[in-house]
């Protein structure tokens, strides 16, 4: 008789497997092997710990789609009037693979992704393709980097006619964006404001004055006025290929940004930050200034490199060393003109909750880090003698035994180098 005609038992009670099931073919042996593996499977997912999870209220799936269920109700977008805004939002960037949404699959979901998927699901835009509603961002942060006030514009959807959407009187008519968009995302990540009425020709990237960083670091031995001394030397405008990464992608030639002030501020006890204000800044530029900054407090390297290597006539190609850790690194603010921010009522039951939930994030890590604190003052210090730890602001570092000045290394690709081989590759690819 064909395994379709058996009955499978389980227990007492007998059931029927459907002669279109994948599982028809199965012996009861592996079906019984099948049940077991989907059980452990259960029982792992329960034993994860919540802060796996805080970032999967609403994410965009590994492709960086969101795939929702059947809309209870699809809406016709041409038969609504929208606006053009712009939102002000933070995040925690450890549970995420950057800002930017990708066309290609990432390990974690980002966090553009995130927020359009919310959209997409409130019916705030038509679909999670930036394209369609003039989207632009203020500064794009790395996988792991976070943001206090990172800023966003797009067209949505909106209740007002035109007329309404120009007159503030109408405001409390409008969809409260903040509120809805709150109540979708994991607390990770927080909208604090929006303004419904951002200058004509204004752009969320080019319209930027300034972006402000803030890299937070341990003292842990640093000499933190050799440091501050150094920064100061950052100040102006200078040529800074030999402080990022190289993206052939782009075909950039000029490297010049110009720094406002660099600074190293006290944050809280031995808690201290690299300040650094500037108009515009390149792939890990700010964790290559800090990584430079680290070998000047460690003593490894004089105050003289930051200026050898702003010199590229001198060093016209960017020597080998490590990038500083991404977690420290905060986007902290973005200058704008004439934004006029709505901060939504903080008295609402919905903004209450919001905060809520923010605290709570707090709490957990602040627990986390005393239970940390107590297990690392009851075990015994080690010392690897005859070793030097370079600090790379991870609280870990890189071991190594034998120290080589930075500007005695080798050295990466030049500028033209790696332009030209991406316009070879992608050369070779049209032509395949």
């Known amino acids: 008789m064909s395994f379709l005609k058996r009955i499978f038992r389980v227990g007492h009670k007998h059931v029927s497997i459907p002669e279109d099931s994948e599982y028809a073919q199965w012996s009861r042996e592996q079906l019984i092997e099948r049940l077991i593996k989907l059980e452990n499977d259960g029982k792992r997912a329960a034993e994860q710990p919540l802060d796996n999870y805080v970032h999967k209220k609403v994410r965009a799936d590994d492709h960086s789609s969101y795939k929702s269920k059947k809309d209870k109700k699809n809406i016709d977008f041409s038969k609504y009037n929208t606006r053009f805004i712009a939102l002000r939002f933070a995040y925690l960037g450890w549970n995420y693979n950057g800002l930017a949404i990708q066309k290609d699959p990432t390990p974690l979901p980002t966090v553009e992704g995130t927020i359009l998927a919310a959209m997409q699901k409130c019916k705030l835009v038509p679909s999670i393709t930036p394209q369609e509603y003039n989207f632009s961002r203020c500064g794009r942060t790395d996988k792991g980097v976070s943001a206090m006030n990172q800023v966003i514009s797009l067209y949505v959807r909106s209740n007002l006619t035109l007329e309404e959407q120009l007159d503030p009187q109408s405001d409390s008519k409008e969809i409260p964006y903040v509120h809805i ?56 405008e200078h040529d800074f290929r030999n402080y990022c990464k190289l993206d052939g992608s782009k075909q950039i030639t000029n490297y010049k940004r110009r720094i406002i002030s660099a600074n190293i501020l006290q944050v809280e006890g031995d808690m201290y930050c690299f300040d650094l204000i500037g108009s515009a800044f390149l792939w890990h530029q700010v964790r290559c200034m800090t990584a430079i900054l680290f070998l000047i407090g460690q003593g490894l390297e004089d105050i003289s490199l930051v200026q050898n290597l702003l010199d590229v006539d001198k060093y016209p190609q960017k020597p080998v060393y490590d990038l500083a850790s991404d977690i420290p690194l905060i986007l902290y603010d973005c200058k704008f003109d004439d934004l006029e921010w709505i901060i939504p009522d903080l008295s609402v039951d919905k903004a209450i909750k919001t905060t809520k939930a923010v605290d709570n994030i707090e709490l957990d890590y602040k627990l986390k880090a005393t239970v940390s604190n107590i297990m690392k003052n009851i075990i015994p210090r080690a010392t690897a003698s005859g070793k030097t730890t370079i600090n790379i602001g991870d609280g870990k570092g890189k071991v190594t035994t034998n120290y080589k000045k930075v500007l005695d290394r080798d050295v990466m690709d030049s500028v033209e180098t790696v332009n030209d081989r991406f316009k070879l590759r992608k050369a070779r690819k049209r032509s395949s």
Do not use: T, W
Not at 204 to 231: P, Q, T, V
């Open 181 to 236: 968009l709150n109540q979708l995302l994991p607390v990770d990540i927080r909208v604090s404001a929006v303004c419904l009425r951002p200058p004509k020709g204004f752009d969320a990237r080019f319209s930027c004055k300034y972006r402000h960083y803030k890299y937070l670091f341990n003292e842990n031995g640093l000499d933190i006025s050799m440091m501050r001394e150094a920064a100061k030397y950052f100040e102006g």
